[in-house]
């Protein structure tokens, strides 16, 4: 496959563009993807598009001659986001809708599940469409997987299928903690249980490969536009000089992982992962609780001229997950021999420039 050496994954954003091509020169073992056609669906989040980024960038620097299938609903949206990128011969636009039987032409030899409600609003809102999008979708893509007999599936699960813990241990693969089944909230990791259990479902009675990323909160370079998580509040707070205001009093222990440590993670399970097992995605380093790293942004990031406002309303109308004590184990993963690169620190001041480049590219 001949690519277009002019056209970079991400020419307007320099740190993003560092970062696709350190994950293209890594040690991640990419001999039996060579020639292989890879399915990525959610490729308009963040992960996917980045995921659908790093593969590109992985045609050009190692000549990987991957076929990347771009699985989106909304092509403009697509544009929007790669740009000229998909001008290149390697990515192929895929229109469908989760919720509705896939088709896709031509063989299909690995998939990365990354669709999903991440809206923690709509998740309060719409829970019966966060439920059926999780569920439905999945479904559907390991249908689409048992047909093609694809090599292997890698499913984006959440940290949140853990539950509420009481911090007492590091948390690892084989435990499991309480979720309330009568919260309404409860919708995004009971149903990111259902779609784990459903993943094991379809590798026991039709023998698909599939393995299990569960995910801690991942950011860095690269976030969308109207990113509104809380990583990207701090950190626009950080670059306008405005007061952080906490809806929650932040006691949640949150678990984090910079975008492109993620990336290499979900590759290296495709590669080296097993069927059927369970891998948390998360660097030890960067755990701490929402209030504390609302304090680091505003001292260290913004050198405290902002500061950390509380305003707690008396119901959860923005979604947020119930307070946890949790701090996930990352051994599993490490075992795989993927080391996590970026702290705390390093993940916002890459993110912030990142940022700062895209409004430029804006003006």
């Given at each position: 496959?001949?690519?277009?050496?002019?056209?970079?994954?991400?020419?307007?954003?320099?740190?993003?563009?560092?970062?696709?091509?350190?994950?293209?020169?890594?040690?991640?073992?990419?001999?039996?993807?060579?020639?292989?056609?890879?399915?990525?669906?959610?490729?308009?989040?963040?992960?996917?598009?980045?995921?659908?980024?790093?593969?590109?960038?992985?045609?050009?620097?190692?000549?990987?001659?991957?076929?990347?299938?771009?699985?989106?609903?909304?092509?403009?949206?697509?544009?929007?986001?790669?740009?000229?990128?998909?001008?290149?011969?390697?990515?192929?636009?895929?229109?469908?809708?989760?919720?509705?039987?896939?088709?896709?032409?031509?063989?299909?030899?690995?998939?990365?599940?990354?669709?999903?409600?991440?809206?923690?609003?709509?998740?309060?809102?719409?829970?019966?469409?966060?439920?059926?999008?999780?569920?439905?979708?999945?479904?559907?893509?390991?249908?689409?997987?048992?047909?093609k007999n694809v090599r292997a599936m890698v499913y984006?699960?959440?940290?949140?299928?853990?539950?509420?813990?009481?911090?007492?241990?590091?948390?690892?693969?084989?435990?499991?903690?309480?979720?309330?089944?009568?919260?309404?909230?409860?919708?995004?990791?009971?149903?990111?249980?259902?779609?784990?259990?459903?993943?094991?479902?379809?590798?026991?009675?039709?023998?698909?490969?599939?393995?299990?990323?569960?995910?801690?909160?991942?950011?860095?370079?690269?976030?969308?536009?109207?990113?509104?998580?809380?990583?990207?509040?701090?950190?626009?707070?950080?670059?306008?000089?405005?007061?952080?205001?906490?809806?929650?009093?932040?006691?949640?222990?949150?678990?984090?992982?910079?975008?492109?440590?993620?990336?290499?993670?979900?590759?290296?399970?495709?590669?080296?992962?097993?069927?059927?097992?369970?891998?948390?995605?998360?660097?030890?380093?960067?755990?701490?609780?929402?209030?504390?790293?609302?304090?680091?942004?505003?001292?260290?990031?913004?050198?405290?001229?902002?500061?950390?406002?509380?305003?707690?309303?008396?119901?959860?109308?923005?979604?947020?997950?119930?307070?946890?004590?949790?701090?996930?184990?990352?051994?599993?993963?490490?075992?795989?021999?993927?080391?996590?690169?970026?702290?705390?620190?390093?993940?916002?001041?890459?993110?912030?420039?990142?940022?700062?480049?895209?409004?430029?590219?804006?003006?």
């Open positions: 496959m001949v690519i277009d050496q002019m056209i970079l994954e991400s020419p307007k954003d320099s740190f993003l563009q560092e970062d696709l091509e350190s994950i293209a020169g890594s040690n991640i073992p990419m001999e039996e993807l060579k020639g292989s056609s890879i399915l990525v669906t959610g490729a308009t989040g963040l992960v996917g598009s980045q995921m659908v980024r790093a593969l590109a960038c992985m045609n050009r620097l190692r000549q990987t001659d991957i076929h990347i299938l771009a699985l989106v609903r909304n092509p403009e949206k697509a544009r929007r986001i790669y740009g000229d990128l998909l001008d290149r011969r390697d990515i192929e636009l895929v229109q469908g809708d989760l919720m509705r039987s896939l088709k896709v032409k031509g063989g299909v030899d690995y998939i990365i599940h990354g669709a999903a409600v991440t809206v923690s609003k709509m998740m309060v809102t719409e829970p019966v469409n966060t439920i059926m999008t999780a569920i439905d979708g999945t479904r559907n893509v390991l249908e689409l997987a048992r047909e984006l699960s959440s940290m949140e299928v853990y539950g509420k813990w009481d911090g007492s241990s590091d948390v690892t693969e084989d435990k499991m903690g309480y979720v309330d089944p009568l919260a309404v909230r409860s919708n995004y990791p009971e149903s990111k249980r259902m779609c784990e259990n459903m993943c094991i479902a379809y590798l026991s009675q039709y023998q698909v490969p599939v393995r299990i990323a569960r995910l801690a909160q991942t950011f860095g370079a690269g976030i969308l536009p109207g990113e509104n998580r809380v990583f990207a509040q701090f950190a626009r707070s950080a670059m306008n000089g405005t007061d952080i205001v906490l809806h929650t009093k932040g006691l949640s222990e949150g678990n984090y992982c910079y975008t492109a440590d993620t990336i290499r993670a979900l590759l290296t399970i495709l590669v080296k992962g097993k069927n059927g097992e369970a891998y948390n995605i998360s660097n030890e380093e960067n755990h701490t609780t929402i209030a504390d790293m609302a304090e680091f942004a505003a001292e260290k990031l913004a050198g405290g001229k902002i500061r950390v406002v509380f305003d707690i309303p008396q119901s959860n109308t923005f979604g947020y997950a119930a307070d946890t004590k949790m701090k996930l184990s990352a051994a599993k993963m490490r075992s795989l021999g993927w080391e996590p690169q970026y702290n705390m620190e390093q993940c916002y001041r890459r993110m912030m420039g990142s940022m700062r480049c895209m409004q430029e590219e804006q003006k």
